[in-house]
């Protein structure tokens, strides 16, 4: 069955960086365009970024632009998020998922503090 | 972007009772193929989003049958006939016929 499992989310301090993967299973990885999505505590879902099947493409709200950069291995069917330069307002739960957003995982908690 | 906008945001209701919300988009949501990617997601606390509804009003797997979505174009419905316990949490409308992808505010629903 379709599987998504977002991992490498931890705690770091303002101005670091992280990189997050998201494993996926069950699927064609490499016929989809792949998403980033994440969720601040008590807050709504926010789309960062998306990357086309390719890889050729990218998209990144304004709100990361410049600092996150989202890759892909078709490979290894896996996509991932590096994130620079990290703010106190990247504190969320980050979420990767498929076009229509039919499979969620669990997510993976960053919390930016000092 | 588009911008998806719900209504109520916040909508308290007795269990056995319907329930709807209201989502709208600043463009029409129809594809060019066809179909309209319009779709609902349900969040309950501390769980990740499920999504139950997509293209307007096909339910996802294991989805009960006492929600349904309809509308066209800008304008669309999720409605729970009758609400259960379960049915607590977040509810967002979601749209991916024009990319990037936006969401809706959320729509808290919670038994009265």
């Known amino acids: 069955q379709v599987q998504v499992v977002e991992s490498g989310g931890g705690l770091v301090k303002p101005g670091g960086s992280l990189r997050l993967s998201c494993a996926a299973s069950g699927f064609t990885f490499s016929d989809y365009t792949m998403s980033w999505i994440r969720q601040a505590p008590g807050k709504g879902l926010e789309w960062i970024t998306y990357i086309t099947n390719s890889g050729n493409d990218k998209y990144y709200a304004d709100s990361v632009k410049g600092r996150f950069t989202i890759s892909r291995d078709n490979a290894q069917n896996s996509l991932y998020l590096q994130m620079n330069s990290l703010r106190d307002e990247d504190t969320a739960i980050y979420y990767c998922?498929?076009?229509?957003?039919?499979?969620w995982g669990p997510g993976t908690l960053v919390i930016v503090s000092s | 972007d588009v911008v998806m906008t719900q209504s109520p945001l916040s909508l308290p209701v007795t269990t056995g009772q319907p329930a709807s919300i209201s989502c709208r988009s600043s463009q029409s949501l129809a594809h060019s193929n066809g179909n309209t990617y319009l779709g609902w997601l349900h969040q309950r606390p501390g769980q990740s989003p499920r999504r139950l509804i997509y293209r307007i009003s096909d339910r996802d797997s294991g989805v009960p049958d006492r929600f349904s979505g309809s509308g066209s174009g800008s304008d669309f419905t999720l409605k729970i006939s009758r609400v259960e316990a379960e049915d607590v949490g977040v509810y967002y409308c979601m749209q991916d016929t024009h990319w990037p992808p936006t969401v809706g505010q959320g729509t808290k629903v919670e038994i009265k």
């Open positions: 998922a498929k076009p229509g957003a039919d499979y």
